[in-house]
């Protein structure tokens, strides 16, 4: 088998594993596909792979429902390093307003991989969120939202950043987009991890 085909598999494998073990909660297999200094982004959290394994659970205990479906993947591999970028979409349910509601996000998962001691492993995922729409579970239901707080986020996921925002969560305003500095910017920082430099670490 091609070597670099051989090695996408193993990259695509691992994409795959993060949807399945996250939204099962199999935390110890979700693990195996970080490396130990991996960092998660999202828009309602930034910090290490072990922090995300907690908060993910604790909103689980609390009621919190995400959950992932993938798409295509295309994959830039350069020696040790590659980047990842996968078609997916986000949806979650909550009750905003005392309305139970779905959000539902499509974008991209952006990886950055790289092999350390012949494994590869996930040091940073950052999704970009590419357009949303939120809906009533009961279609009969009325939902009305607040203007003001929907242009507190940029569009590609202002309507998950209104429910989470609802659900008591501090949402993140400049993730990338479907286009605009913020995803040129992460093209970049693509790059340059291809090129062999060190990645810096913008989460806060």
């Known amino acids: 088998m091609d070597r670099d085909f051989e090695t996408r598999l193993v990259i695509r494998q691992l994409v795959e594993d993060w949807a399945i073990f996250r939204d099962a909660r199999l935390w110890d297999r979700f693990r195996q596909v ?6 998660m982004m999202a828009t309602w959290f930034q910090g290490s792979a072990e922090e995300f394994i907690q908060v993910s659970q604790s909103g ?22 590659a980047i990842a970028q996968t078609k997916m979409t986000i949806s979650q349910r909550a009750l905003v307003d005392d309305v139970e509601v779905d959000v539902v ?27 949303d729409r939120m809906d009533p579970v009961d279609p009969a239901a009325t ?14 996921y202002r309507h998950l950043a209104y429910l989470q925002t ?21 093209y970049v920082s693509g790059s340059n991890w291809l090129g ?9």
């Open 34 to 39: 970080w490396h130990s200094d991996g960092r």
């Open 60 to 81: 689980y205990d609390n009621g919190v429902r995400i959950l992932h479906f993938l798409g295509g993947s295309t994959i830039d591999l350069a020696g040790d390093r």
């Open 105 to 131: 996000c499509t974008g991209r998962f952006y990886d950055f991989f790289e092999r350390r001691d012949a494994r590869w492993g996930l040091v940073l995922r950052q999704p970009i969120y590419e357009k």
């Open 143 to 156: 939902l009305r939202l607040s203007g003001d707080l929907l242009a507190l986020f940029p569009v590609g």
């Open 166 to 186: 609802r659900v008591g969560y501090t949402v993140k305003r400049d993730m990338p987009g479907l286009d605009g500095p913020e995803v040129e910017a992460l």
């Open 196 to 204: 062999g430099k060190p990645h810096r670490w913008t989460g806060h």
